[in-house]
């Protein structure tokens, strides 16, 4: 485990710990150790631009850029959307489960 000074990481030990994972970090400055945040990334920069004030975004427009992402179908999911995915997994249905969320 390096040292890291950001408050990101603040008690990520205790966390792996709870969850019995491993941990591991990117070096700085190396975004290709960082494959899935970077694509990831990318896609939500198709919805906020590097140039917009990001003050300025409502809840509405970041809950459906999340919608618009989870409901585009991934290679590595075998061609199926995060939200089938999750719901095969889990079965929990989340927007139906999002929607539930936003009425209160």
């Known amino acids: 485990m390096g040292n890291f000074s950001g408050k990101e990481f603040t008690l990520h030990e205790i966390l792996a710990k709870e969850l019995d994972c491993n941990t591991y970090f990117a070096k700085p400055y190396h975004s290709w ?3 899935q945040n ?3 990334n990318g896609l939500l920069r ?3 631009t590097k140039a917009m004030e990001l003050l300025n975004i409502t ?3 970041v809950l459906d ?3 618009k ?3 585009r179908p991934r290679k590595c999911l075998k061609f199926k959307t995060p ?3 999750f719901e095969e997994l889990t079965g929990v249905d989340v927007k139906k489960l999002m929607g539930y ?3 209160t």
Do not use: H
Request: hydrophobic share 40%; glycine share 4%; net charge negative.
């Open 46 to 48: 198709q919805y906020f």
């Open 83 to 85: 939200y089938e995915v």
């Open 101 to 103: 969320a936003l009425m």
């Open 65 to 67: 850029a999340v919608d």
């Open 59 to 61: 809840i509405k427009q």
């Open 38 to 40: 970077e694509n990831a």
């Open 33 to 35: 150790e960082r494959g």
């Open 69 to 71: 992402l989870n409901s």
